[in-house]
């Protein structure tokens, strides 16, 4: 198995189990991390999809991650972190 081009914090990987356990996503999802264009550069997106023939598959602790090959050489360094604050809660990217 590949090893995967970013990195994520327990608390991070805590919150897409719960997210999978929790809200219904089925089984035969992964997660899907990549980058979406914008004025300003780019945003990272992270949601659950099945994989595609575009993607590279990669495992990390028992959760499914999938990468458009086309959005790799954005993720590489990129540390995946969940935080909840008064402002609010969610995932956060960081470059390491």
Avoid: S
């Amino acid at each position: 198995m590949k090893n995967l081009p970013l990195n994520f914090t327990e608390e991070a990987i805590a919150e897409v189990r719960n997210i999978m356990q929790n809200k219904g996503i089925p089984a035969e999802y992964g997660l899907r991390i990549g980058v979406r264009g914008g004025g300003c550069g780019a945003t990272f997106m992270l949601g659950f999809d099945k994989e595609k023939t575009t993607d590279e598959a990669y495992m990390f602790q028992n959760v499914p991650v999938y990468i458009d090959k086309k959005h790799l050489m954005y993720v590489i360094d990129i540390q995946v972190d969940f935080e909840e604050t008064q402002e609010g809660r969610g995932f956060t990217f960081t470059k390491v």
